[in-house]
């Protein structure tokens, strides 16, 4: 008898409860979260922005065989051999890499960048129409004989 009391107090309670969802509704509902999961995914695909941050490069300029590293703080120094030639900060600016000289009132100077792997190389312009090819190396600190 109490198995029969209790299957109708359950049965009643299922009674009033609100009717299920029609067919339409669970469609339209499992569409939108099918493209909130897809615009997540997509969010995810998107590379992130390349950062110049704790990057080490080699080039030639003006004859010299030059290095260049930033630090994980952004700031930079370029030296050639044993000779402290430059330093500063580097900054990413609208996919642009800025270097602003510590040793001279020029203001930035704006080279073209794209991620680059250790070891390639990649064809830069400045904002001043100077064209230089660079190659990145394994980061390596400053050298203590050409820090600022």
Not at 53 to 67: A, Q, S, Y
Not at 94 to 107: E, I, L, P, Q, R
Request: with cysteine; aromatic share 6%.
């Amino acid at each position: 008898m109490r198995i029969v009391m209790t299957s109708l107090a359950v049965l009643a309670l299922v009674a009033c409860n609100k009717p299920a969802k029609t067919a339409d509704s669970n469609m339209a509902d499992n569409n939108m979260a099918m493209d909130g999961n897809a615009m997540d995914a997509n969010a995810m695909a998107m590379p992130a922005a390349f950062q110049i941050n704790e990057t080490t490069w080699e080039f030639t300029e003006d004859g010299k065989p030059m290095t260049e590293t930033v630090d994980a703080s952004g700031n930079y120094v370029a030296w050639s051999g044993d000779k402290h030639i430059d330093h500063g900060t580097a900054a990413m600016v609208d996919g642009k890499v800025c270097f602003t000289s510590a040793m001279d009132k020029m203001g930035p100077e704006c080279w073209t960048t794209t991620e680059t792997a250790v070891g390639a190389t990649l064809n830069t312009t400045s904002d001043k129409g100077k064209k230089l090819a660079v190659k990145r190396v394994a980061y390596m600190a400053v050298p203590a004989a050409v820090a600022p």
